[in-house]
Structure formats: structure tokens, C-alpha cells
């Protein structure tokens, strides 16, 4: 009997490892986004934390502001049918670039589709590069 036991510990212990093995952290390679004044170079990372695949995702941008115009560029990111988020204000100047990282969860479906753009603060409305996606 106490074999059995201790068969079956050993057993759902290895379960536990496979399956956390199966949720590990996915890394995607890197897309850019080039707009006249800005390039933004990012990098997207997603994993489950409420136990659907893909349910968090960080999106980690260098921002370079690549024209002396004083506009600022910024990187908006979102997922399919959900509200964008804007991060990685580069306020140093032309040439300069900067690194930021925006996490969010989905906890309701997860990720399926993650897009983004780089965007120049101008007068009126800000202009915009072609959007880049992930599908996941």
C-alpha cells in the first residue's frame, strides 16, 4: 500500500511539471513599425495566468525619434476587440530612443491577435504607422 501511494505522488508530480512546462512564457521574435520621425522596434512575450493559453501579454518597444520635428513618438498596442493602450513616450529628442515595457491581461478569452503602431504627437490628429501583428 505504501507503494502505491508514493507511485502516485511520483506520478501527479510529474504531471504538475509537464503541464507547468506547457504554460511557460512564449517569446515572439521582433517586429517594426517605421513612420516618418519615429521607429518603434518591438517584442511581445505572453503567458496564462488564470489557466487559458495566452491570457497575459507584455509588449516590450525601443521608441526612437528619428527627425528633429519636436513631435513625440509613442507606441499604441491592443488585441482583437479590445481598447489600445498607449506607452513609450519618447520625450528625449531626435536621435535618442527609449525602452518601455506595457503589460496587460485578457482574462475572459486571451489573446488571439496582438497588434501595434508607432504614432507622432502632431496638431490636430496624430499620424500613424501601419499597424504590425502577432497571431497567436
Known amino acids: 500500500m505504501k507503494r502505491t501511494v508514493i507511485t502516485v505522488v511520483a506520478a501527479a508530480a ?9 504554460q511557460a512564457d512564449t517569446k515572439r521574435a521582433s517586429k517594426t513599425a517605421k513612420l516618418t520621425g519615429s521607429k518603434a522596434t518591438c517584442s511581445l512575450q ?4 488564470g489557466g ?5 501579454a507584455r ?5 526612437k525619434d528619428t527627425k528633429a520635428d519636436g513631435y513625440v513618438p509613442y507606441v499604441v ?3 482583437d476587440g479590445y481598447a ?8 528625449k529628442g531626435a ?15 486571451g489573446y488571439e491577435t ?4 508607432t504614432c507622432l504627437t502632431t496638431p490636430g490628429w496624430d499620424r500613424c504607422s501601419d499597424e504590425q501583428h502577432w497571431s497567436l
Open 14 to 22: 510529474a504531471l504538475t511539471l509537464t503541464a507547468g512546462h506547457a
Open 46 to 49: 505572453t503567458w496564462p495566468g
Open 52 to 56: 487559458l493559453p495566452n491570457d497575459h
Open 59 to 63: 509588449l516590450t518597444c525601443k521608441v
Open 77 to 79: 498596442w491592443r488585441g
Open 84 to 91: 489600445a493602450t498607449e506607452f513609450a513616450f519618447n520625450r
Open 95 to 109: 536621435g535618442k530612443s527609449i525602452t518601455a515595457s506595457s503589460t496587460k491581461a485578457n482574462p475572459d478569452a
Open 114 to 117: 496582438v497588434y501595434f503602431k
